[in-house]
């Protein structure tokens, strides 16, 4: 079974990726998911948060707008292009918008955009959003085919209006689509936080990144309170609808987590669970991301 990790901040991989170079990063990255078992990766490059929430590397331009850089991305896509493929930005107020999501396609490896305001799903925070402001961005992506991973926690409601104005975008909500509960909280107030998740599989374009388990789950690995309300999301959005990401150089972070996931966590909750047959966990672990991705093994 091919698995592909559906987000990887790969760029952080290592105790010293803020000053070892590029390549010497992305040979840890390689060794890290051959140690798992991991074929193949969905980039999202990430160095840190600027005053503005904007997700670093980038730089201004002259318009204003926020431009980002991925250099470890391109490296990445350059060197293993049977292996990585990877995500990037475009500011919805940019001037040239539509110029910038045409051409995506043409920058090898990229196979989509992601729409972040910093922690906490701050898209849903910005007015714009909520009166329709990300049109524009959105019917580019339509016209040109380009998938939107989309940070929308907690406000799913905040994302339905584009559903409908956009059927033939694939919006992939991120992180499960909920806020992480308190650590005492009791397993009906947090697995209650899917509900509104399950709602949006009414939506044919609505796709869910299921990561961060360890920050949900009220046990630890391999988090069996968690997988019967995981079954529930699967039945609800079919496995086609639903790709397995692992987040890893998040999920293992002590302060984020009551149960902090090295990598094969991550993993191997779903990859050796009896939840799933055989057939949903090849959607699950890799095919449902290569399809709405319309990337080809």
């Known amino acids: ?26 040979d840890a990255t390689v060794v890290a998911m051959d140690a798992v078992g991991v074929h193949a990766a969905v980039i999202d490059e990430f160095t840190g948060l600027d005053n503005e929430y904007h997700m670093i590397p980038g730089h201004y331009h002259a318009s204003g707008a926020w431009r980002p850089e991925r250099p470890f991305s391109e490296l990445a896509a350059a060197k293993y292009p049977d292996r990585f493929v990877w995500l990037t930005r475009v500011d919805p107020k940019d001037p040239d918008l539509k110029e910038l999501v045409s051409g995506l396609h043409s920058k090898p490896g990229c196979a989509g955009i992601r729409v972040h305001a910093g922690f906490d799903g701050g898209v849903w925070r910005d007015p714009s959003f909520l009166e329709g402001g990300y049109n524009d961005l959105f019917a580019a992506c339509e016209a040109h085919q380009v998938p939107v991973f989309i940070m929308i926690t907690p406000r ?31 397993p009906t107030e947090r697995y209650s936080r899917l509900d509104p998740v399950r709602a949006l599989s009414q939506y044919g374009n609505a796709y869910l990144k299921w990561s961060h388990v360890e920050r949900l789950a009220a046990g630890p690995y391999p988090y069996p309170d968690l997988m ?10 079919g496995p086609e609808r639903v790709l397995w990401a692992s987040d890893h ?3 293992v972070k002590e302060h984020l987590s009551p149960h902090p996931a090295p990598y094969s966590h991550s993993l191997h909750y779903l990859r050796d669970s009896n939840v799933f047959s055989d057939a949903e966990k090849e959607w699950l672990l890799g095919r449902t991301v290569r399809s709405v991705l319309r990337w080809q093994r």
């Open 249 to 251: 150089t998040q999920a």
């Open 1 to 26: 079974m091919e698995i592909v990790d559906g987000q990887l901040h790969a760029n952080q991989i290592g105790p010293n990726w803020q000053e070892v170079g590029l390549d010497v990063t992305l």
């Open 228 to 237: 019967p309300h995981f079954r529930k999301v699967v039945d609800a959005f």
């Open 156 to 186: 799913l409601d905040t994302l339905e209006p584009y559903l409908k104005r956009f059927p033939e975008v694939p919006f992939i909500i991120d992180h499960i689509g909920i806020s992480w509960p308190a650590a005492d909280a009791s």
